[in-house]
């Protein structure tokens, strides 16, 4: 099973400032890479798909990168609806699998 | 629009058994690769089963043996029959759609159905 590692566990930001949020496999999962935010008693969202594509209605101050192994998240400029909870997910093999999650939150 | 609703979560004795539903509308079931996904209180998300539009299907180590993936194209409904169920079970339960055959990144999701699995 491929193990997904996102970092940090918490990020600090403050509105308007740059977020970076760093994601992990334990081996190559390609490009099969999606990123999405959960916020408390919701259903997680889509942001990301194919590591750099935005999925409808993703504002374009998000933007992924990465392949392979290593995979980034940026949010150019954080608003207040952006405080959630990422999550990063392979989707190259199975089982697919998770990351622990990156809770950002309001400095 | 597209729409996903869960239903039959509940609370259960370990070694019971049942049957979520996922009531789909704005889209065709049977067209598209189904999954359950799960998450335990407090906790991240872990994906449990995948339903293929051919019909493959694939389980999480965790539930194979016990849960069984399946769908009624007439009801445009799928469903996750649960057995012999554990107390680490217990997890919020939502169906998801990948957006395209083959890419299982999950477009829409449903609102989520709470099963607690307890004596």
């Known amino acids: 099973e491929i193990v997904m590692t996102q970092s940090p566990a918490t990020l600090s930001v403050s509105p308007g400032e740059r977020a970076t949020l760093s994601c992990r496999a334990s081996q190559s999962v390609n490009s099969d890479l999606a990123w999405y935010w959960q916020k408390p008693g919701q259903a997680p969202r889509l942001l990301m798909y194919?590591?750099?594509t935005r999925a409808t209605g993703i504002p374009a101050r998000f933007s992924g990168s990465g392949s392979g192994t290593e995979f980034t998240l940026t949010i150019s400029s954080l608003q207040s609806e952006d405080f959630a909870v990422y999550y990063c997910?392979?989707?190259?093999?199975?089982?697919?699998?998770f990351g622990g999650g990156t809770k950002v939150e309001i400095k | 629009e597209v729409q996903l609703v869960e239903s039959g979560g509940g609370l259960i004795q370990p070694g019971g058994s049942l049957r979520l539903s996922c009531a789909a509308s704005?889209?065709?079931?049977?067209?598209?690769?189904m999954s359950w996904v799960r998450q335990a209180p407090g906790k991240g998300l872990e994906w449990v089963s995948v339903?293929?539009?051919?019909?493959?299907?694939h389980y999480a180590d965790s539930v194979r043996g016990r849960f069984i993936i399946s769908r009624d194209s007439s009801k445009n409904t799928l469903y996750l029959q649960m057995n012999s169920l554990r107390a680490e079970d217990t997890a919020v339960f939502y169906c998801?759609?990948?957006?395209?055959?083959?890419?299982?990144?999950?477009?829409?999701w449903g609102q989520g159905t709470l099963v607690t699995v307890s004596s």
């Open positions: 704005g889209f065709t079931v049977s067209t598209y690769y």
């Open positions: 339903l293929y539009s051919g019909g493959t299907i």
């Open positions: 194919g590591a750099s």
């Open positions: 998801a759609r990948a957006y395209r055959d083959g890419h299982n990144a999950f477009d829409y």
């Open positions: 997910q392979q989707y190259n093999i199975w089982p697919l699998t």
